[in-house]
């Protein structure tokens, strides 16, 4: 019995974890909004949108909770308890709205622009 109640239990904690990863961008659409992240959110909700989470009741709790908890970012409203639990949410915005913005530097190329202006100024100089 003590077998079935074990594996039972684990079984339940791998769910809850595969759940939780599946709505990642749903938490991270939450807290965006919730912290006034308007652009990051749009993102976030995208991503949202191309995994069908959009309309989805445990998407929707997700975000609700996360949303409060990103009022709460903002508002620096935060209990003892809750401490832990805001600032890994803070980080998981912070480290996602990083992505987003590397991404988008990376596709503008912005870096290979800077270093042949720098090298055209350079060939000025130079001349």
């Known amino acids: 019995m003590k077998k079935i109640i074990i594996t039972i239990t ?3 904690l791998t769910t809850c974890f595969v759940a939780a990863e599946d709505y990642k961008y749903c938490e ?5 909004l ?12 995208r991503i949202m949108q ?3 989470l959009v309309g989805n009741s445990v998407c929707h709790a997700v975000w609700s909770d996360a949303y409060k908890t ?16 805001v600032g890994a949410a803070w980080k998981k915005l912070q480290d996602f709205e990083q992505k987003v913005i590397d991404s988008i530097i990376e596709n503008m190329q912005i870096e290979n622009i800077h270093n042949k202006e720098r090298t055209e100024s350079l060939t000025f100089v130079c001349v």
């Open 50 to 52: 191309r995994q069908n």
């Open 34 to 45: 919730g912290s006034g992240r308007e652009f990051v959110a749009a993102v976030s909700y």
């Open 10 to 12: 684990l079984i339940l």
């Open 28 to 32: 991270i659409t939450g807290l965006a």
């Open 70 to 85: 990103g009022q709460k970012l903002v508002s620096r409203d935060v209990k003892t308890q809750q401490d832990f639990a």
